[in-house]
């Protein structure tokens, strides 16, 4: 048996401040909050004790913000996949 977890990206930064979007970069690709990336340590310390043998991520910048987090709890590459996009 295999178990496939899927997970959300935490918080985004546009979420917490709208006005976020009027000076940025990538106002499409908005990175995630201070909270979201509470969040995502915290997804990665629930996930910690699971066999996790791979991470896909969409190419979002927050996706990858989120994942980033496990992986390096985890010592494992992330896969991009942009199949996974909006």
């Known amino acids: 048996m295999r178990t496939v ?5 935490g918080n985004r930064a ?3 401040d709208p006005s976020w979007k009027l000076t940025a970069e990538r106002p499409h ?7 979201g990336v509470v969040q995502a340590r915290e997804t990665a310390s ?3 004790g699971e066999p ?4 896909f991520t969409s190419p979002f910048l927050r996706t990858v913000e989120t994942a980033a987090c496990l992986a390096e709890r985890l ?3 992330i896969n ?6 909006e």
């Not at 977890?5 to 990206?9: A, D, G, S, T, Y």
């Not at 996790?52 to 991470?55: A, M, N, P, Q, S």
């Open 14 to 16: 546009d979420f917490v």
């Open 29 to 35: 690709d908005p990175p995630l909050s201070p909270d």
């Open 5 to 9: 977890w899927l997970i959300r990206h």
């Open 46 to 48: 629930f996930l910690a």
């Open 75 to 77: 010592n494992l590459p």
């Open 52 to 55: 996790v043998d791979h991470l």
């Open 80 to 85: 991009i996949e942009h199949g996974l996009c």
